[in-house]
């Protein structure tokens, strides 16, 4: 089955600076990859993702890679600010139908310096 | 603005105690997940529905775990007896493409 691995598990950066997590899945047939940002007390909310057929994504600050050949994505997040501040989740789906399950990886929580 | 409910948002039981949790998905969304979340364990998915009927339940304990949707707006996870490692919190989501999660439940077990 699927596995997803993500790194780093903590991460602390300067306000105003650059954030990168990384993540590799193991199953080729995976072709979609959400990212989910979990705030203290809240459940893990979707906050970008990105299908097999496309290198990358942004939405304003944030934006996503993929690399298929090498089975690794990566989230960016640029110009930190401290509401950044919070426990993200990259994820591996095969997407079949709406029934597919989402594998997740292990969780990175992100500390954003003043 | 659509969203998934769970209810109660916090429970503190004795051991021994059957406890029920309850969620409301997405109106038209036809999968909903049970996901347990620990520090250590990160999300555990311990069952999901499509269309009401269960998919997978194999990361859930069956002898005091059971999950059901009785109907289309109401999926429940209940625990009987409960046991201290049960603590958690307990999210469910609902998904169509994107997949969604209630805010949880957190449970106490002393």
């Known amino acids: 089955g699927e596995n997803v691995e993500q790194h780093p598990s903590t991460l602390s950066v300067q306000e105003g600076d650059s954030a990168v997590i990384k993540c590799t899945y193991s199953?080729?047939?995976?072709?979609?990859f959400p990212w989910y940002k979990q705030e203290l007390g809240k459940g893990p909310q979707l906050i970008i993702d990105i299908r097999s057929n496309v290198g990358e994504k942004k939405d304003q600050r944030i934006a996503v890679t993929l690399n298929k050949t090498a089975k690794h994505f990566s989230l960016h997040i640029t110009e930190t600010q401290p509401e950044d501040s919070a426990v993200y989740f990259c994820?591996?789906?095969?997407?079949?139908?709406?029934?597919?399950?989402?594998?997740f990886g292990s969780g990175t929580r992100l500390s954003i310096r003043p | 603005d659509a969203r998934v409910t769970q209810t109660p948002r916090h429970k503190v039981t004795e051991m021994g105690q059957e406890v029920t949790m309850r969620c409301q998905p997405i109106l038209g969304h036809n999968t909903v997940f049970w996901y347990r979340q620990t520090m250590m364990q990160g999300l555990e998915l311990l069952a999901y529905?499509?269309?009401?009927?269960?998919?997978?339940d194999s990361g859930m304990p069956k002898d005091r775990f059971s999950a059901e949707m009785p109907d289309a707006t109401l999926a429940t996870l209940k625990i009987q007896p409960s046991e201290p490692r049960d603590s958690a919190v307990y999210f469910c989501a609902s998904q169509s493409y994107e997949q969604y999660f209630g805010p949880g439940t957190r449970l106490t077990v002393t």
């Open positions: 529905f499509r269309n009401r009927a269960p998919l997978d």
């Open positions: 199953d080729s047939a995976s072709n979609y």
């Open positions: 994820a591996a789906s095969i997407r079949y139908s709406s029934a597919s399950k989402i594998i």
